[in-house]
C-alpha cells in the first residue's frame, strides 16, 4: 500500500505526539530527583529505556516512510534526506552512549545526559515538523509551480 505525503506526516506527528508524552513523563521524573525521590531513579531509568527504543524504531520507520517521499518531493528533498540521514546516525550513536551510562554509578552525569537529550530530541522533532512534516512539504498535490513561468 503506497501512502499519501499527507497520512505519512499524519503517522509520523502522531509518533512525535507519543514521543513527547513520554519525554514529558521522564522530565517528570528528572523533577522528582532533584527533590530527592529515591524511587524516582529506577523509574527514570526504566522509561529512559523504553523513550529510547521507541525513538529508534521511530527514525527507522522514517527512513522507511518518509525518506522515499522526502527523494522526489522538491528541490530540497536530496538535502533533507542527508541531513536526516547524518541526524539518525548521529541520534543512534547518542542513543547507545546513553544506554552505556549508569545511573548508579554516575547518577549527576546520567541526568545530565539524560536531561539534554530529552531538550535535544524536542527541538529535532520542532524542527523536523517545520522542515520535512509541515502541509507546504509534505502535501498531496504534485502539481509543481513553474518558477519562471508561474
Known amino acids: 500500500m503506497v501512502l499519501k505525503p499527507s497520512e505519512i506526516r499524519t503517522i509520523i506527528l502522531e509518533e512525535h505526539g507519543e514521543l513527547r508524552r513520554r519525554l514529558a513523563g521522564i522530565e517528570a521524573l528528572l523533577e522528582g530527583l532533584s527533590r530527592g525521590d529515591s524511587a524516582a531513579r529506577r523509574e527514570l ?6 523513550l529510547c527504543h521507541l525513538f529508534i524504531t521511530h527514525i ?19 538535502i533533507r534526506i542527508e541531513l536526516m540521514d547524518r541526524e539518525h ?21 546520567y541526568v545530565r545526559s539524560v536531561r539534554e537529550f ?31 513561468g508561474g
Open 60 to 78: 527507522a520507520h522514517e527512513e522507511a516512510i518518509l525518506r522515499p517521499i522526502l527523494a522526489d518531493i522538491d528541490n530540497w528533498g536530496p
Open 45 to 50: 531509568r526504566t522509561s529512559f529505556d523504553t
Open 89 to 109: 546516525v548521529e541520534q543512534r550513536q547518542r542513543v547507545a552512549e546513553l544506554a552505556a551510562l549508569s545511573a548508579e554509578t554516575n547518577p549527576g552525569a
Open 118 to 148: 530529552v531538550t535535544d530530541l524536542r527541538a529535532d522533532m520542532d524542527g523536523e515538523e517545520r522542515e520535512c512534516l509541515s502541509p507546504d512539504v509534505l502535501r498531496d498535490d504534485t502539481t509543481s509551480i513553474d518558477a519562471f
